[in-house]
C-alpha cells in the first residue's frame, strides 16, 4: 500500500483532448491532458508528409542547392557567343 498524503490523486480514466476533440482516455495525475499532435494526426503514422518550417530553413536549403524550380543557375551569356 503507498503511504497516504504524499502522492499526487490518480486518474484512471483522464482524458487525452487534442484540438477540442477527446482522442483517448488514459491514466494520468491530471484529469485533462491537452496535445497538440497526437498518433492519429501524427504524419509517422498517417503516412501524410509534412513540413514544418517555421523560419525559412527548408526554403534555405533548397535555394542554396539550386532545387527551386525559378532557381535554377543562370549560364554566362558571354560564353555563349564565343
Not at 17 to 23: P, R
Not at 51 to 77: T, W
Request: hydrophobic share 30%.
Amino acid at each position: 500500500m503507498p503511504k497516504s498524503g504524499i502522492h499526487p490523486e490518480w486518474y484512471p480514466d483522464a482524458k487525452v483532448i487534442c484540438n477540442g476533440e477527446v482522442v483517448m482516455h488514459v491514466g494520468s495525475t491530471k484529469p485533462e491532458i491537452n496535445v497538440e499532435v497526437w498518433s492519429g494526426n501524427h504524419p509517422f503514422y498517417t503516412g501524410t508528409q509534412k513540413i514544418i518550417d517555421a523560419e525559412g530553413r527548408v526554403d534555405r536549403f533548397l535555394r542554396k542547392y539550386g532545387m527551386l524550380s525559378g532557381n535554377q543557375p543562370k549560364e554566362n551569356k558571354t560564353e555563349e557567343n564565343k
